[in-house]
């Protein structure tokens, strides 16, 4: 049986995280990734009436580029409305306790912040999200 291949939307409006995510997913996952970028959710919603990703990970706050994109906590909703499959893991540099709690109450997988250690949780993250679907395919 051929393995599948997973798709990942990136969602920050810091493109050199998006890039340097991007990089490090594709370097360090260990099954097959298709890996989109976003700068903004409303792009990524967009896309989302298109194909349905298997995992979004998600910038809390989305508004360095334009003032008056949605925060990545009204994104996070809209995705679990159109995709509820779709696992979303929330990074941000907020370390407020209120608003990891916010994120994993909408339906967030996990919550990482924005530090030294995040690309480690993110790669141990995902690696486990796509471990358990492969697992778990009919």
């Keep these: 049986m051929a393995e599948r291949n997973f798709r990942i939307y990136l969602v920050d409006d810091d493109v050199k995280t998006l890039i340097m995510l991007k990089h490090n997913l594709e370097k360090k996952i260990e099954h097959p990734i298709t890996v989109n970028v976003f700068a ?10 298109e194909e349905k990703p298997d995992i979004v990970v998600l910038d809390y706050y989305l508004n360095a580029i334009r ?28 370390e407020d306790m209120e608003t990891a709690l916010e994120c994993i109450r909408a339906g967030a997988y996990d919550y990482i912040i924005k530090n030294e250690k995040a690309m480690s949780r993110l790669e141990l993250v995902v690696n ?3 471990y358990d679907m492969e697992k778990n395919r009919v």
């Design 40 to 49: 903004y959710g409303e792009n990524c919603l967009d896309r989302m009436e």
């Design 67 to 94: 003032e008056d994109a949605q925060k990545g906590s009204d994104v996070l909703r809209q995705i679990k409305l159109l995709s509820p499959d779709t696992q979303v893991v929330m990074i941000s540099g907020q």
């Design 128 to 130: 486990k999200l796509l």
